[in-house]
Nanobody, 120 residues
Framework: VQLQASGGGLVQAGDSLRLSCAAS????????MAWFRQAPGAEREFVAD????????ISADSVKGRFTISRDNAKNTVHLQMSSLKVEDTAVYYC??????????????WGRGTLVTVSS
C-alpha cells in the first residue's frame, strides 16, 4: 500500500483544515487507517484512527472535539478534519495503514507527511 498525504499548509489559529490521504491498491478497505503527527523536536504521536468497519478513535484530550477522522472506501481515501486549530497543532502529519487494535494502532505502512503550520 502506498499512501500520499495532502492538504497541509499555513493557517491561522482558529482556522480549519482538512487533510487527505490517498491510498493505492485494491485492499484499502481491509486496513485500519490512522493519522499521526510529529511536532518540531518531539516524538511522533498518534492522533486518530478509523477501523475497517468505521469505528473511530481520537487520541488526546488536546484534539478531542476538534479533530474528526473519516474514510471513503470507494475513493481509497482517509481524511482528518481539523477545526479550531491551535499553534500547538503545528506538526508534520502522517497517515498510516495497519490495524486498529484495542489499545493501539499497529502501523504496517507509512505515508509521507504533510506539514501543518498554525500561526498565532
Amino acid at each position: 500500500v502506498q499512501l500520499q498525504a495532502s492538504g497541509g499548509g499555513l493557517v491561522q489559529a482558529g482556522d480549519s483544515l482538512r487533510l487527505s490521504c490517498a491510498a493505492s491498491g485494491r485492499t484499502f478497505s481491509s486496513y485500519g487507517m490512522a493519522w499521526f503527527r510529529q511536532a518540531p523536536g518531539a516524538e511522533r504521536e498518534f492522533v486518530a484512527d478509523i477501523s475497517r468497519s468505521g469505528f473511530t478513535r481520537i487520541s488526546a484530550d488536546s484534539v478531542k472535539g476538534r479533530f474528526t477522522i473519516s474514510r471513503d472506501n470507494a475513493k481509497n481515501t482517509v481524511h482528518l478534519q481539523m477545526s479550531s486549530l491551535k499553534v500547538e497543532d503545528t506538526a508534520v502529519y502522517y497517515c498510516a495503514a495497519g490495524k486498529s487494535l484495542m489499545s493501539r494502532f499497529e502501523v504496517e505502512y507509512w505515508g509521507r507527511g504533510t506539514l501543518v503550520t498554525v500561526s498565532s
